[in-house]
């Protein structure tokens, strides 16, 4: 009788133990429209198979996703279990309490989530600060250089171009050289008088358009960055004001109406055919590649974008960009959410991802030959990475880039010098970083 | 002789212009209607095309979820958001009715001494949404209440009573008091008069409020962002998912907006027919 | 009216005054008491009680100058164009067409009905230099295709556009419910004077149009002082500082940079100059009327 007991005891703790396994449950926030989220959603069923944990995926536009994410984390509801944080926020959310930090679940996980096989300079840029593991990695870019080989191996292009500038066509290792190749690509195909192809596309909507476009530009042209070892704005100088006055100096090479470009505009140029070259992130190149949404699929390839000679040596500075998971110090499920990152950071995720041509942030998957076969292109993204910049690190990040972002459209539209411009930043700089 | 050709050229002028200005409102949402009947590839092409063959594929997206690569958002539970849509706006307009015409037969009958009590309704509508959003949520919190479409119900109340009284205590004005006194000469009491003469009377105005506050629900964005999770998300926060960071899917994103915009088409279409007022003169009984 | 009288009305509006005063009175507070501090929702630092520094700051900002003087033209552009336009239609709409009523006046209602995010984005397609419909249209007809949205001189010209495009149905409908209201009274007028004395019912109908015009034109001016989609959509405030509102301001003030009493002070301000503006023009109206 004890005996039959004790085993119904056993058998009911059993599957209440098992079945509040099954009940957990844990919110997700996500970038909207996302190839990654894409393959997180075709992933999501496999993953509560494994550990029945049972995922509410919210996208949303990217626009929206830290205001809600802070607002959200202040209103101490628990409201979400995962976020998925732009590196340019890390700071932000690590100073100000918004995540809380995973040094101990990676060490306790360590064989698991081989954090080394991260790429270096994407772990410090979006997930470790002071030797804290603050967010880990799902998603590493960086800009590049897309420009049109049918255009580039031209004969006729190679010959004229030699004749006018005294040196061979090819993607442009300099910013000068760019502005040459963006100067004699913008002309007049069809002979209607009207010019339909341009040297290039600008990407300059305000805010932060504005900003990491022209920041590539600057850090070449400065070999610095925005902020100094104190955090004070030392961006206000001849070579901040001469990278803007290049940048300016572009608008006649681009498409009209690029003060307003937002990615969209200019991948839909690019991909459109109307320029002949399109400094941008590189994970577009998927976009570029379909036929479904592109005419010039075996048309195109990728560089690293142009940099300044520097006493002897080129400073490329395609800036970083990416995502990352962080746990929000409100969840109630934090093991369940640790679970969802070990997952969707893991290597069999990231495989899989990569083959789908998604940008992912392990060392192994970019030199796993399978995906080297699938994308050979990845080389060169990586080779991106690995000397890319990352973007001034400060908690009022989002007043900063706003300032910067501003005057480089105002300079760029005419609206003041770049004097003026980058004048005013700097007042507003001092007092956001005092 | 004169003045005949004088009124004919004013009609055609007349109705020149107003046939413009329905081609120019009908092309914008024209264009859309295409670009969501077109495969990605056509957005751009210069110069545009107009005869092709449609292709649903979007449409069958939105709706339905798709996989489609990785140019479409795979959407659970589109008819989920559409149903909080559906319920916070009828719900809404509702109450703002029912508040909202009592408020209009006081204000309207009632000589007030001062401008105030119309003017502190109007108020309601000034303050910008940033600055009542915390504060609002806070107060949602402390009953409990966050993540419901409670709290979008009662918002878009406050911020819609000030139209609804406005627009119609004005209409009630103008109806003569004499409506008012033979409904009390014939035994009804303040309430049934005003419900049985007064409210049929004033259905054009009340009718339109009907429909602006539907609208305005419908496609509100900012409140529905912040004082919304996952169970009570609306539509509008659902559109704008498809402004993503490699882009804008216009073929899915024009179709949203259409499935958007058909809801509020068809009641316009129904509402019509209470918006005339017709020629009567007599009390219904 | 007997006192008897008025008490028995009071029924009628003393479920709505409770219902406001309760939604209302602690945001109102908190957002008033919030604009005298430097209250940073995010942040964790100490808030500080800085009294009316908020204010002042905001006055010595030359973008938020730059979003006051952009936003009162752009409400007195729009709604004048919105009223005028409005009032034109909703009068060629009811005295001359009997066909298709039903169906014309819901097309015309559409664009308002459309939500805000959608006719933005449509816009800016639209509005593209390069690829959009209306430089299209300009190039056929051989004018010289315009910068729309990138351009200082034009930003703030196209957000007006879409606006007007946008709400003048709203005008319309509140301008036609007013017709309809009078349509009793004074087609016995018509019928007893001929339809030929026009200008005479000019005089008639006008004045008691009027309550409607203004209902109107308040509601007008106070949302397009809030006005906020399609100026954050289309261009966020550029290029440059050509398209910045207040709206905007203040929305990047609360929620991209989260300080919320800079925010409550700027909104603060901005319901002070709708208020202005508003008991300015009932003041005026009343005495035309």
Known sequence: MFRLLL??????????????????????????????????KEMMPEFTKETGITVNFLEIPYDNVRSKELTSVRQDQGAYDVMYVDDIWMYEYAKEGIVIPLTDYVSR????????????????????????????????????????????????????????????????????????????????????????????????????????????????????????????????????????????????????????????????????????MCPQWFAFYPTFNDPNTSTIVDKFSVALVPGMYHEDQLVRAPSIGGGSFGVPVDS?????????????????????????????????????????????????????????????RLVRYAELQ??????????????????????????????ITK | MRSNIIHKSVKTVAISFISAWVIISIFPIFWALLTSLKPPIEVASMPPKLLFLPDFSNYKTVLFGGAGGFYSIVQEGFWRFLMNSFVISTITTILTLFLG?????????????????????????????????????????????????????LIYTIFNLPLTVWFVSSYIRTIPIEYDQMAAIDGFSKWSGFLKVIVPMSKPAIITSALLVFIFSWNEFLFALILTGFKSKTLPVLATGFITQRGIIWGQLTATAIIIIIPIFIMTLIAQRYLSRGMTLGIKR | MTSREIGQFRIFIWPTIIFIIILTVFPFLYAIALSFTDHNYVSSDQTKIVGIDNYIELFQDSLFTKSLKNTVLLVAISTFCELAIGFTLATIFFTYVRKLKKFIQTI??????????????????????????????????SLKPIDWLGSNAYALISIIIVDIWQWTPFVLLIVLAGYESIKRNAIDMMLVDGANKLQLLRFLILPRIMPFILVALLLRIIDTFKLFDIVYVLTEGGPGSATETLSLFGYRLGFIFFKMGLASAESIILVLLISVWTVLLIRLLKKII
């Open chain 1, 7 to 40: 085993s119904l005891l056993l058998i009911v703790l059993i599957i209440v133990g098992c079945s509040n396994n099954d009940r957990a449950q844990i919110n997700v926030i996500y970038f909207a429209g996302l190839p990654m989220g894409q393959v997180m």
């Open chain 1, 109 to 276: 996980d360590s064989l698991e989530v081989d954090f080394d096989d991260f790429v270096d300079k994407v772990v410090v840029a979006e997930s470790i600060l002071n030797d804290t593991i603050w967010l880990m990695p799902q998603r590493a870019d960086a800009q590049c250089l897309f420009y049109r080989t049918d255009l580039f191996e031209n004969p006729k292009n190679i010959s004229d171009f030699r004749n006018k500038y005294g040196y061979d066509l090819n993607p442009p290792e300099t910013w000068d050289q760019f502005k040459d190749i963006a100067e004699f690509f913008t002309r007049d195909t069809t002979g209607d008088g009207k010019i339909d192809l341009y040297g290039t596309t600008l990407t300059l909507k305000r805010p932060h358009f504005a900003f990491e476009f022209f920041a590539m530009r600057y850090w070449s042209f400065t070999n610095s960055q925005f902020l100094d070892g104190n955090s004070k704005p030392i961006f206000n100088t001849p070579g901040g004001v001469e990278a803007l006055n290049y940048l300016v100096s572009l608008k006649e090479y681009a498409p009209p109406g690029v003060s307003n470009w937002q990615h969209d505009e200019s991948i839909t140029a690019f991909a459109a055919g109307m320029t002949a």
């Open chain 1, 332 to 392: 109630k499920n934090m093991e369940a959410a640790w679970e969802f990152i070990k997952f969707m950071t893991g290597k069999r995720f990231m495989k899989n991802a990569a083959m789908r041509g998604a940008i992912v942030t392990r060392k192994s998957i970019y030199t796993d030959p399978e995906v080297l076969e699938k994308h050979p292109i990845y080389d060169l993204h990586l080779k991106s990475l690995e000397i890319s910049w990352y973007r001034p």
């Open chain 1, 402 to 431: 706003e300032t910067i972002g501003l005057a480089v459209s105002r300079a760029f539209v005419g609206e003041m010098s770049s004097q003026e411009a980058l004048k005013i930043a700097e007042e507003s700089a001092l007092e």
């Open chain 2, 101 to 153: 015409t009592m408020s209009s037969y006081y204000i309207a009958r009632v000589k007030l001494k001062s401008d105030r009590l119309r003017f502190w309704f109007l108020s309601l509508r000034m303050m910008p949404p940033i600055a009542i959003i915390i504060p609002f949520y806070i107060m949602m919190k402390y009953v409990g209440l966050v993540d419901s479409k409670i709290s979008l119900i």
């Open chain 3, 108 to 141: 015309i209602i559409m664009p308002m009905a459309m939500a805000p995010v959608a006719v933005a984005l449509m816009w800016k397609y639209i509005f593209n230099s390069s690829y959009g419909i209306l430089n299209y249209i300009f190039e056929s007809l």
